[in-house]
């Protein structure tokens, strides 16, 4: 990785992204992931290649923030460095028992949802914990589902 990460943990199993290593953006103490997905075949991995030249052309505040992605032919692998959400939706439960923030969330995940539609669905088998409430910025994230990353037409 670049001379501005640090990297904080390695081999992490994420449910929902899979093993990654986590980093530190030094200048912004900003966690970011990596992660190296791994195609079987040249359609799988031209499939892969796609979904992130999509991904990287959506700058939306409602998606986890793309650093960089890399793709190797020879290996038919692609290198993948994302904004990483340290928690997922469950841990906020005792907050959506105010019916003020419930009111502000759900409007934040409407506004996601909304995001989503408009992407031409560049994310796709959103469940639960794909969502991430990003506490500094008080806005609901949705998580790329990495752990059973596979072409979009291959999804649920």
Not at 74 to 101: A, G, H, M
Not at 136 to 151: G, W
Request: aromatic share 12%.
């Amino acid at each position: 990785m670049e001379n501005t990460f640090e990297l904080a943990e390695e081999n992490v199993d994420d449910q929902r992204l899979g093993t990654i290593s986590v980093y530190i953006e030094t200048k912004s103490n900003r966690l970011f992931f990596l992660r190296i997905l791994q195609a079987a075949t040249i359609e799988e991995f031209k499939a892969h290649k796609q979904v992130f030249v999509d991904r990287n052309s959506q700058k939306n505040s409602n998606f986890l923030e793309l650093h960089s992605c890399s793709v190797s032919e020879p290996t038919l692998s692609c290198q993948v460095i994302l904004e990483y959400p340290p928690e997922d939706i469950y841990e906020i439960r005792k907050e959506l028992k105010s019916e003020e923030f419930l009111r502000f969330f759900v409007t934040q995940v409407y506004s996601t949802l909304i995001a989503l539609q408009r992407s031409n669905p560049i994310l796709v088998d959103i469940r639960p914990d794909h969502f991430w409430f990003d506490k500094t910025n008080r806005r609901v994230v949705l998580v790329d589902n990495l752990r059973e990353y596979s072409s979009s037409y291959n999804r649920q």
